[in-house]
Each structure stands twice: as C-alpha cells, then as structure tokens.
C-alpha cells in the first residue's frame, strides 16, 4: 500500500519526509500486520506510564526492541525504548520535560525524575548511503513497517499491556529455536547497514545462538564492506562480544572473513601452527580457547585476544620442526598498542593490557624468590598483578596438558608470594619508601635528578631488604649518617 505523504522538509544534508498516516492502527488491522500473541511482560512503572499517557491522547505507543527480547530472555534490560505512532511535536506537547535526543530521526527522550526515555516515532528507513545511514527517514502509522526496519527478528517486537506482544517477524520461533535471523532479506539488510553484520556476531556470542543459513551466507558475502564501519563502532561491538559468555564465538567472525577486514592479526594467528609438546592448538585456536579462561572483564578478555598475537612474527621452525616464538611478548605488545589504538580504545584500556600482554610470560622458569616477586611487582606495576595471574592461568589451560600441574604449581607459587607481600604492606614503589624526596632536601640534598637516583637505589635496597624500610636505616646506610 502507497503511504500518502504529507509533509516533507529539508534539514541538513539528511532529507526528511514524514509520512504520517492519522488512522490508528486497530486490533484488526494488527492481526494483518503481526501477531498479537498473549504474553505479559512487566514493563517498569515509569514505561507503562509514558505508554499510557501517549496512548490517553489517541495515539500508540509499545515497548520496543532490546527491551522486549530481553525480558522475554530473562535479562534484565539495559534501557527501554519506546516506539509510537505520535509525531515527536507530539510527544513533546504530552510531557513536562523532553529533550530532542534525535528529532530528525524522530526521537524524543522523556525525562522521568532524572530518567530518560527514548521515545521514537514509527519510522521506516529509505535507501542507505555509505553502508550505515538511511538518506531519508519516513514517518509511519504502521507499527508493522517500523517493526520490519530493524535488524534481527528478536529485535523486532513490541508490546503494551492493551495488546499484548506484536511478533510480526516471528522472532518468539527464533528465541525457541535459538538463531539470529534477519528481518527480510539478508543480504539487503546488510547491504543498508554492515553494522549489522557486527551486531549479528555479538547477538550470537551473548545469547550462544546459532547464525541462520541466509544471514550466515549474506555476511559472508558482504564481510569486505565493513571497512565503511567507524573504528569506535567496531569497538563497541567486539567488546560486547569478547565480555560476552562465548567470546570464543569471535571464530565464527574468522569463518566468515568478518575479522579479516576488523583484526586481520587474528587471521595469521589461525594460520599459524605451533609444533611444541607445551601446545595442542594453532596460535590462534590457542587465542580463542584462552578467553574462555578469563572473567568476563573488558581488560582481561583483550589482554588473552592480544597476548600472543605477535607470535606470527616471530615464528621459527627448528631442523626437528618444531616452533619457536622467541620475543613474542614484547612483539605482541606492540601489536598490541597499535591494534587497541586503530580501534580508538582509550589510553588507560591500551597501557593496561598492553602491560598485561607484555609481562604474560615473565619470570618463567625463575627460582622465586621474596626479592624477585618484589621487584617484579615493581616493575610491572602492582596494579594488573592480580589480573596478570588470570591471564597466566588462562594461557596454560589452554596449551596441551604437558607438564600443566607444574605450571600451574608455578603460577599458584608466585601468587603466594605477591599476597604475602600485600598482606605485609611490604614497599613495592617508591611511593611507599620511609624516605620521600622532602627528606633528601631537608637532610641537605639538592633536588634535582641526584635526588630521584638516590630514591631509587634506596628503593632496589628495601625491595632485597625490606625490614631496610625506615628513615633511620636507609639515612644510615645511604647518607652516612649515625
Ligand atoms: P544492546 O542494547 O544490548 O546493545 P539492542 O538490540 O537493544 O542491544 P540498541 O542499540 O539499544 O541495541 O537498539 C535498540 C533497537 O533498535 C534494537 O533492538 C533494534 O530493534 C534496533 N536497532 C539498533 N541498531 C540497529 C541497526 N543497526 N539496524 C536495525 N535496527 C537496529
Ligand atoms: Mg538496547
């Protein structure tokens, strides 16, 4: 059916037409559209009330969305989006306090002591530009049109407490069936927007969902097109998959040539095999099975991704075929930089696990000792050393079996260590010597880099010695001084 237009204007370089249909969708016509399957889900007080406010005035307004396919799901949602067949002027009129969050895309945040909802407008996308955005934005009255705009079909249902949940794309059949499955046809959905190819993955891995056969196929197919995809949104959405509870999923971005065009270093990972007793996976099946191995924390999960990602480089094949990866930490690390800096990961994010992935392996093979535990907390930095003993643990559990006890003995050894030291308050940094810069200066030192050298040599004395660590002791010692 041909929508009358009404309106159109101009704003910006985005052309807009409303299209506004005035009939109210009815129950009938909703029967058409989509199902109206009786299920009741418990929208929170301040929904239902921006729901039924819109809906007193004549218009219609659902739930829509994250929201409802996680509430169906269990989870709990992160936000509640609402969808209506209100214009956003119209909206605005209805509440005391609003924002235009996006009104040329037709949303609206309703505020609610402090709260804000987002309240958009039925919308259907016109044709897209740049793999990303819609050149236009249509208005509708059809609930069922703005429904089929959305990417998956467990994103594309609504519900209210009058009607009920409107699945119009089956995506209850999906949930039962556990597959994200795009709304339409595939390979076009994709063709609009190939953040949704990003989006697909991520639904998997969070939700352990299977990816449908046509939509598989269409990423596949247009996999090359997410280099049109801004850095800080495939940011976005490889954290969300890697904190996800299958961040091993990240394989199927390899299956289908999606980190080819995102991580490249992945792919020379999988294609590199490691011929070692210590291993029984290539690099980065290695990679994939040691995420699993680390709470779900952005940092940690980035840190197993990263930490032998410059193996590839360094890779040597000895006469008997076995692989060397002698460097690979500091390789890695680098790498390590440069990949969290193209992804636009922020300065703390990058120092972090760059650290983490540097000092994975270090002190292997040592005779642990107090000193040598303290000196390596102060030169790693005392603040990833609880992280960095998941990361070891995560590394050897996925390596072959050979000599794992020992490994892990090793790990459990140097941990012992590290709590001994932090329950002792023992001084690991110059910040915790008895002796400050002040104290240099009033026993008659100049400042200067003198000065810095001197806290130094005192601080490489208490971490040997640290019963060493008072004021009287180290004057004597290093200033001569009885
Ligand atoms: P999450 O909040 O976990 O990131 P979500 O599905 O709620 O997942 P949002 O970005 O909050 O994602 O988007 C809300 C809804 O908007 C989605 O459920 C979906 O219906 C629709 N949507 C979001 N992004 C797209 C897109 N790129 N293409 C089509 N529809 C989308
Ligand atoms: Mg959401």
């Keep these: 059916m041909a929508l009358p237009t009404t309106d159109m ?3 910006g370089s985005l052309k807009l037409t409303f299209q506004i249909l005035i009939n109210a969708v009815s129950q009938a016509q909703l029967a058409i559209c989509g199902k109206a ?3 009741v889900i418990n929208l929170p007080k301040k929904v239902k009330y921006i729901i039924d406010k819109i809906t007193e005035a004549g218009y219609e307004a659902y739930a829509v969305g994250g929201c409802i396919r996680d509430s169906i799901l269990g989870r ?7 969808t209506t067949s209100a214009r956003p002027e119209q909206v605005k009129a209805l509440f005391r306090r609003t924002v235009d969050t996006g009104i040329a895309h037709g949303t609206v945040t309703v505020m609610q002591d402090g709260e804000g909802y987002e309240v958009t407008t039925y919308r259907i996308d016109g044709e897209y530009e740049d793999h990303r955005h819609p050149k236009e934005v249509l208005f509708t009255s059809r609930l069922v049109e703005d429904l089929q705009r959305r990417d998956f079909t467990i994103n594309a249902m609504a519900y209210n407490d009058t009607v009920g949940l409107v699945d119009a794309f089956d995506g209850m059949g999906d949930i039962q069936r556990r597959v994200i499955r795009c709304v339409g046809c595939a390979e076009e959905r994709f063709g609009e927007d190939a953040l949704r190819i990003l989006r697909a993955l991520r639904f998997s891995a969070q939700l352990g969902y299977d990816i449908e056969e046509d939509t598989r196929r269409a990423i596949c197919k247009l996999a090359p097109s997410l280099e049109h995809i801004s850095a800080e949104r495939i940011r976005t959405e490889l954290v969300k998959l890697l904190v996800s509870p299958h961040p091993d999923y990240l394989r199927q971005a390899y299956d289908m040539g999606v980190t080819a065009v995102i991580l490249p270093e992945l792919d020379r990972c999988m294609e590199t095999p490691q011929n070692h ?5 290539n690099v980065g099946e290695h990679i994939l099975h040691s995420l699993l191995g680390v709470p779900a924390e952005k940092d940690l999960r980035l840190a197993m991704l990263l930490h032998d990602i410059g193996k590839p480089c360094t890779l040597q094949t000895d006469r008997r075929g076995i692989t060397h990866f002698h460097g690979h930490p500091a390789v890695s690390a680098d790498m390590a930089r440069e990949i969290l800096r193209r992804l636009r990961f922020d300065n703390d994010t990058i120092v972090k696990v760059s650290r983490l992935v540097e000092f994975h392996d270090y002190g292997n093979n040592v005779t642990l000792t107090p000193a040598f535990v303290r000196r390596a907390v102060n030169r790693i930095g005392e603040d990833i050393f609880p992280g960095l003993f998941m990361v070891r643990r995560a590394d050897i559990m996925s390596q072959s079996d050979y000599q794992r006890e020992e490994k ?3 790990v459990d ?5 590290y709590r001994d030291i932090v329950a002792r308050e023992q001084c690991i940094s110059v910040k915790n010597l008895a002796v400050s810069g002040k104290d240099l200066i009033a026993a008659g030192m100049k400042p200067g880099p ?3 050298e001197m806290l130094q040599r005192m ?3 208490v971490l040997e010695t640290p019963e060493d660590n008072s004021k009287e002791k180290l004057f004597e010692i290093f200033l001569k001084l009885t």
């Design 9 to 11: 204007q101009e704003s």
């Design 37 to 39: 399957v009786n299920m």
């Design 76 to 82: 709990e949602p992160d936000d509640w989006d609402i």
């Design 277 to 281: 007793p210590h291993h029984c996976y």
């Design 408 to 410: 892990l003995a090793f």
């Design 413 to 417: 050894a140097w941990e012992r260590e």
């Design 450 to 452: 003198e000065m810095g």
């Design 459 to 461: 601080l490489e004395h």
